[in-house]
């Protein structure tokens, strides 16, 4: 029997919340690059279009949509990599559950 997904509750503006991996694999292209390291979901999609990053857009979309943690690659920066990561904090991962 075939395994049955409700679907994701749209993500909410881009104030600080609380979103759903289910929400944030959505962000998984170079219009919306939204990237989990730890308990901490980044959305790097203006940084990323600025074409900022020394890897290149590439490297943050191997990334992007939470397929994988970056909290090694956070902490692999330097501290003005750090800071930078910092300003595009928008919230923490919750529950899959649906309400």
Not at 35 to 44: C, H, M, Q, R, S
Not at 45 to 62: K, V
């Amino acid at each position: 029997e075939k395994t049955r997904y409700l679907p994701c509750p749209p993500c909410k503006g881009r104030e600080q919340g609380y979103y759903t991996m289910c929400q944030v694999r959505r962000h998984n292209n170079k219009d919306s690059a939204w990237l989990v390291a730890g308990d901490t979901i980044y959305d790097a999609t203006s940084y990323m279009q600025q074409d900022s990053h020394p890897g290149g857009a590439a490297s943050i979309l191997r990334k992007a949509g939470g397929v994988q943690d970056c909290l090694q690659d956070l902490q692999f920066h330097s501290k003005a990599g750090v800071r930078t990561w910092k300003k595009y904090e928008i919230g923490k991962p919750r529950s899959e559950e649906h309400t």
